[in-house]
């Protein structure tokens, strides 16, 4: 599901912008608003336009991309979250996110050589095997953008 | 008598000491107003979790009809056998009787559980040097496991069916109540909490829950409210089922010890010394506003689109609640320590002044006497001259 609010929805909404929140477990990363958010979901990249329909979903390790907001496009490296997705606001709720800048290097390439081993060591064990897909699937998101 | 050099000399080291608690007192309450600040931060984190997970809560029961299992086995009631109590203290001392009363907490949950049901076992886990050094002096240490667990940081697999993580081989306890050392919870230094230290204890404390090795987790923690208002609670954070109800806003309190009257007074008195307001205007102004935000959080009277199964979404949301539950503990135990730690340093700095006056006070006694004496003697001298 790439683009879920159709086009007449849209003029419902005047303004045709979203409040866009990023929380963490340690403070408010982000409060500000934007046209459209690109959200790294489980099942798949999807975008929030203004005027989507309800949404909640897991979000994957990836990037959370902000188009149309104060300081041009924003982009953040999220891991472990869900998010909301309501016609004019969308929230997420992220264990991990930093901007690309921030995102520590030498700790991601760290658990990106600890997750590669697990899923050398996980075997026939599916939860292990998922579990370290899932570690090794984040690193490269820190990785992936940092720096760029 | 003492001499004037003797009493001269103690109070300046009287004076030395004062000014080092003093010190200490201060940099309490700076450290307080930041722990504070860390826990307005975290809260909207804590309660939007919890309003969304109510409100799936509300759209789906625990177990899920077509195949008759829980969604989570975190939701699984057994009876409690095994009891997993974390306790959250400090790492380090001068704050009073703060290490002092969570650890008698903890003792007193452990005889009152072994009262009810005396082949209860308790396993125990510290977080804070303070409690980890006193269970470790106190009870024995179990055995360390063979197979961690947890992945390091993967996400558990809340899906696993409980009778195939059984398979865990049981360990051979030492004695009914056991010190179980954990890595993840020795890693944690209070003074620099990441949420990353939380989530690796909450995902080991989560797969042990999982394999059935514990049937209930217990988290005692001093709960801190305002600077005048702090108490250690006992906390059930697993099963994720409270009594009533079965909403999983708050957890079961098991336990609780209030301050006296006296206690808060002192608190005032400290918290007005050190220059911090009591009512933490500027915080509960940002804390209300996030407030009724955080509250709607996926709880619109809408029917929500899912981007994967419904109860997907409730189950691998549940583990991470736990460690959501231990961070913000442990965020309320690291302000509550720093402001008991501003108060016994308030307390001190008073003591060491009531020393000085009444060390001054007999100083200048003896050396008042020590003049009248010479006077006399020149006197007399005079007389008989």
Redesign the interface.
């Known amino acids: 599901?790439a683009e879920?609010p159709s086009r007449s929805n849209q003029t419902e909404f005047p303004q045709n912008r979203l409040k866009v929140r990023l929380?963490?477990?340690?403070?408010?990363l982000l409060d500000t608003d934007a046209t459209s958010v690109t959200l790294p979901?489980?099942?798949g990249v999807?975008e929030a336009l203004p005027g989507a329909?309800?949404?909640?979903?897991?979000i994957g390790a990836g990037e959370l991309l902000l188009a149309g907001g104060e300081g041009g496009d924003q982009r953040f490296v999220i891991a472990?979250g869900?998010a909301?997705v309501?016609p004019d606001r969308v929230?997420v709720?992220a264990?991990y996110a930093e901007a690309p800048d921030a995102v520590d290097k030498p700790a991601a390439e760290k658990?990106l050589r600890?997750?590669q081993k697990?899923v050398g060591e996980a075997g026939d064990d599916p939860?292990?095997y998922?579990?370290?897909r899932?570690?090794v699937l984040?690193?490269e998101a820190k990785l992936g953008r940092a720096g760029q | 008598m003492a001499n004037v050099l003797d009493l001269r000399r103690r109070i300046r080291s009287v004076k030395n000491t004062r000014q080092i608690t003093k010190a200490m007192k201060m940099v309490a309450a700076a450290k307080l107003r930041r722990a504070q600040e860390r826990m307005t931060g975290a809260r909207p984190y804590a309660v939007m979790l919890a309003s969304v997970l109510a409100s799936l809560r509300r759209r789906m029961d625990a177990v899920d009809p077509t195949t008759n299992t829980l969604r989570s086995p975190l939701l699984a009631v057994r009876p409690e056998k095994t009891v997993l109590l974390v306790v959250v203290s400090g790492d380090k001392g001068f704050a009073g009787a703060f290490s002092t009363n969570i650890v008698r907490a903890a003792t007193q949950f452990i005889a009152e559980q072994r009262a009810g049901d005396e082949d209860k076992q308790i396993d125990l886990q510290a977080v804070g040097r303070k409690a980890r050094d006193f269970f470790r002096r106190n009870y024995p240490t179990a055995e360390p496991r063979k197979s961690p667990p947890a992945g390091t940081g993967a996400q558990q697999s809340p899906e696993q069916s409980p009778d195939q993580a059984a398979a865990v081989p049981a360990r051979t306890r030492k004695g009914d109540v056991e010190f179980l050392p954990s890595e993840p919870a020795a890693a944690i230094t209070l003074e620099k909490l990441r949420f990353e230290d939380a989530r690796a204890l909450g995902e080991e404390i989560v797969a042990r829950y999982a394999a059935a090795e514990v049937d209930a987790v217990y988290l005692a923690y001093n709960e801190f409210r305002s600077v005048l208002s702090q108490r250690v609670v006992v906390e059930r954070i697993l099963p994720l089922v409270t009594g009533k109800g079965g909403g999983i806003d708050r957890p079961e309190v098991a336990a609780s010890a209030e301050p006296t009257l006296e206690e808060r007074e002192r608190m005032a008195e400290a918290a007005m010394s050190a220059g911090l307001t009591l009512r933490d205007e500027e915080g509960e102004a940002i804390r209300a506003q996030y407030r009724d935000e955080a509250r709607r959080f996926g709880t619109a009277n809408v029917d929500y689109l899912y981007d994967q199964a419904a109860d997907e979404v409730y189950s691998s949301m549940l583990p991470r609640f736990v460690s959501a539950l231990l961070y913000y503990a442990m965020l309320e135990s690291i302000a509550s320590e720093h402001a008991a730690r501003m108060t016994a340093m308030d307390a001190a700095t008073t003591n060491a002044s009531e020393m000085i006056d009444s060390l001054t006070l007999t100083m200048n006694r003896v050396r008042q006497a020590a003049i009248t004496k010479e006077i006399i003697e020149i006197v007399s001298g005079a007389a008989a001259v």
Do not use: Y
Not at chain 1, 23 to 28: G, H, K, L, M, S
Not at chain 1, 53 to 58: E, Y
């Open positions: 599901m879920l929380v963490t477990p340690e403070r408010i979901g489980e099942a999807l329909a309800p949404l909640l979903t897991a472990r869900f909301e309501l929230t709720l264990e658990q600890d997750g697990q939860a292990k998922r579990a370290a899932s570690v984040e690193a």
